[in-house]
């Protein structure tokens, strides 16, 4: 894979950031459209029926409704051959249902690392790994 797609890689992951980090579900979901493929395979285990894009938007209104001021900050991205990789920090404060737990008004900052495996320009694969066992000492469901 050339220097040029893997830089175009990046900038698609950073275009899916971007867009994450507004807050905005209607543009989560039109980017998702965009960027993502409608048949990519989601390999982060999720309760969920959908597929694909679909499952990537309903992770995506799952998470702002806990958590309407989620952001996204890159740490680290890294591109080679067909695949994109990010360790990110997710930070958010708990203003709606999560995982079964009322809202709880704390803000909560936690580590994720996630890949994307492109195929002409879109993303057709991902993986991710969550710091959930942080989650959920920060929200207090597990002791610290």
């Known amino acids: 894979m050339s220097t040029a797609e893997v830089t ?18 209607q543009l989560i979901s039109k980017t998702i459209d965009e960027l ?3 048949d990519a395979t989601i390999r982060t285990p999720l309760p969920s ?4 894009a679909e499952k990537l938007k309903q992770v995506w209104t799952v998470l702002l409704a806990a958590f309407p001021d989620l ?6 991205l890294i ?10 920090v997710v930070t958010g404060t708990h203003r709606g249902e999560y995982m079964g737990l009322a809202p709880t008004g704390k803000h ?18 991902t993986w991710g790994v969550v710091d959930v066992l942080s ?10």
Request: proline content about 1%; overall charge negative; charged content about 30%.
């Open 8 to 25: 175009r890689n990046k900038e698609t992951f950073g275009r899916f950031q971007a867009a994450v980090n507004t807050c905005d579900a």
């Open 36 to 38: 993502i493929a409608a």
């Open 49 to 52: 029926d959908a597929t694909g």
């Open 108 to 125: 909560i900052a936690y580590d994720e690392i996630f890949i994307f495996r492109f195929a002409d320009g879109r993303v057709t694969e």
């Open 79 to 88: 591109g080679e051959d067909d695949k994109v990789v990010a360790r990110i």
């Open 135 to 144: 989650q959920m000492k920060q929200l207090g469901v597990v002791p610290a």
């Open 71 to 76: 952001q996204l900050d890159v740490q680290d």
